[in-house]
């Protein structure tokens, strides 16, 4: 219910209660005072009559006592007076005429003694009539005892004091009386209900304002509920009222001009623009929300140790944000001119699923790879040729391809591979998957930089071999490993013959071209599971896993014989080198790596002591505290 009605309700309440009350006490005023009135009135006649009568009585009159009586009902009002006798005096005179029998009523006040009175209705007449006793009373004048008598017996006895020796009944119209009550009772009620009703409007027009006032405050606030900021509320009124409706409107004001410039700045942000008949504090929100995500989600990966678990945390996202279970996300290999399957719907290390295996090789055949801009497979399912699922999945899927770019090229790709049903809501959730990639983008690309800048400083510049401090940093990982399955390892130390001689009779250039001509043959001869390290200046370490005592001097003894045959053209002359190799065995030489690699380094010591470009494997014989090269 309105509050205009409310209050209308709430009124015609009082007021109607107000009208009831009010005539109800005048009424029942009325009644009391024409009561009393009559009363009086009817005690005075009657007290006239009874007073008459006694002189009557004295006086020897009483024989016309019935025309005296018909003379008083000529007052106005007055609708009859009869007397009427009581027992007592019955039995002392003789009914003279004139007196009627007493009816109940009369009895009844005989009996008493005491005054008494009723209100008759006689059809649409009115009637008063009061009974008043005759009490017998020595006191007065005349005495009563002198008169009237009472037989006891056979004789005479004055009747005793307060004996009731008859009635006086007077009958009053009070139809007229009553008439009159009724016509200024209502009088009264209408002037009543002419104040109520003037007090009504005079109220109506104070409230009006009000009302309407917050029926349109309830109007704007709807309408900014539903993302309307432009509702306007007039001002009615000069009072507080009207200061209400201006603030109002002043509020709409700076949250219509606020809320559009920051929905316009987040917009910004997520690329995603509100729709005709969008809720814009709605979207706004859900643009913030969406904005607080992937500012946490960047918190997060910033603290992550490598690029693998910032892809694995982007997949989560991609699961459980967005409820996308099909996807893809690929990584450029850094230096080489391939691409590898980091997850596949949501599996690590997975196969290609969606694409042509032929992208890990040519990524170039990827057109997110090549364009770098975004590949709408929804809007154009024909744009990329690399897109490849089942046939009969052709049709069911579409597809977007997000190139993620670091350092202005594109360093990974995410595939989103949505089914029919799906296309709608993710066209909706675009911009928002948008802000996860670019928040993740510099992240990204700040660990591909640390991994790159990590992995040259465990490289060798010149060969591209890794160096001794990437086996100081991967030793105890080898050695887990070694244990873990129970294998050995051969450690192999070589070292160049006279190579000092090359740098000095040829110069530095030529040297390096050596030891990198060297490097390519030692990683050619061995397993991409063993590890090749430049361990300073010409020496070498090579160290091969799970392989024992004659398998180990085989491989050593097939890299002299490599080397042997290493030819390096210099200008026009050819240049031949030599490599003298010593061989330990971890664990069998020792159980302690570093002493292990220590013998291997005594065991190339020997062989270069027997003649060089020879193979020598380490015997306890060899070594010495101080042992002699």
């Known amino acids: 219910m309105r509050l205009n009605s409310k209050i209308s309700l709430f009124f015609s309440f009082i007021a109607v209660g107000l009208v009831v009350v009010v005539a109800a006490i005048n009424l029942y005023a009325f009644r009391i ?175 009006n304002p009000i009302t309407k006032t917050a029926s349109e405050v309830e109007e704007v606030v709807r309408g900014a509920t539903d993302g309307n900021f432009k509702g306007y509320i007039s001002q009615k009124t000069k009072d507080e009222v009207g200061q209400i409706a201006n603030e109002m409107n002043r509020l709409m004001r700076f949250l219509d001009d606020g809320l559009n410039h920051i929905g316009n700045q987040v917009s910004k942000l997520t690329g995603r623009q509100a729709k005709e008949n969008e809720n814009l504090l709605t979207v706004t929100i859900d643009m913030v929300e969406g904005l607080t995500k992937a500012a946490h989600f960047k918190q997060t990966i910033e603290e992550d140790e490598s690029k693998s678990e910032i892809f694995q945390r982007l997949s989560v996202i991609l699961q459980d944000e967005f409820d996308l279970h099909k996807f893809s996300i690929y990584e450029l290999i850094s230096g080489r001119n391939e691409m590898r399957a980091i997850i596949v719907d949501g599996a690590l290390s997975a196969s290609c699923r969606w694409c042509d295996p032929q992208i890990l090789d040519r990524p170039e055949t990827c057109r997110a790879r090549r364009t770098g801009h975004l590949v709408n497979g929804i809007s154009q399912p024909d744009i990329c040729y690399a897109f490849k699922p089942l046939p009969d999945e052709w049709r069911l899927h579409g597809y977007l391809c997000f190139p993620i770019m670091q350092s202005g090229t594109v360093g990974s790709i995410v595939q989103l591979v949505i089914e029919e049903e799906n296309k709608e809501r993710v066209s909706e959730v675009l911009p928002y998957i948008n802000v996860y990639l670019r928040e993740a983008a510099p992240v990204l690309e700040a660990r591909r930089l640390t991994e790159t800048l990590k992995e040259s400083s465990l490289r060798d510049p010149l060969t591209g071999l890794n160096n001794r401090r990437y086996l100081e940093e991967y030793v105890e990982t080898l050695l887990a490993n070694a244990r873990r399955q129970k294998i050995h390892l051969a450690i192999m130390m070589l070292d160049l013959d006279y190579f000092k001689m090359v740098n000095d009779t040829y110069g530095h250039d030529v040297g390096d071209t050596v030891l990198k001509t060297l490097a390519e043959v030692l990683k050619q001869s061995v397993r991409s599971s063993d590890m090749v390290i430049r361990y300073g200046g010409e020496e070498f370490l090579i160290i091969l896993q799970g392989t024992v005592e004659p398998d180990a001097d085989q491989v050593a003894e097939n890299i002299r014989a490599t080397v042997e045959k290493m030819r390096v053209n210099i200008g026009g002359d050819v240049l031949q080198k030599t490599i003298s190799i010593g061989i330990s065995d971890y664990p069998k030489d020792s159980t302690t790596f570093w002493q292990a690699l220590k013998f291997a380094d005594v065991a190339m010591y020997k062989a270069k002591q027997n003649g060089r470009n020879l193979v020598a494997r380490f015997t306890q014989e060899m070594w010495t505290n101080e042992p002699e090269y």
């Open 33 to 207: 005072f024409t009561i009393d009135v009559s009363k009086s009135h009817i005690q005075t006649a009657s007290e006239i009559v009874r007073v008459h009568l006694t002189e009557a009585m004295i006086t020897g009159t009483i024989d016309h006592r019935q025309s005296f009586l018909r003379r008083i009902t000529e007052i106005h009002g007055l609708t009859d007076a009869r007397v009427v006798r009581s027992r007592l005096v019955d039995e002392q005179f003789t009914n003279s005429g004139g007196e009627f029998p007493p009816d109940a009523f009369e009895l009844k006040v005989m009996a008493t003694g005491i005054a008494d009175y009723e209100i008759i209705e006689k059809g649409s007449e009115l009637v008063f009539r009061n009974t008043i006793p005759y009490i017998a009373d020595s006191k007065d004048s005349p005495n009563c005892m002198s008169c009237h008598f009472i037989r006891k017996g056979d004789e005479w006895h004055p009747v005793p004091d307060g004996a009731v020796l008859g009635a006086v009944t007077m009958t009053m119209r009070l139809t007229e009386l009553r008439n009159q009550a009724l016509i200024t009772v209502f009088s009264i009620i209408g002037t009543v209900t002419l104040f109520i009703l003037v007090l009504f409007f005079f109220l109506r027009g104070i409230l």
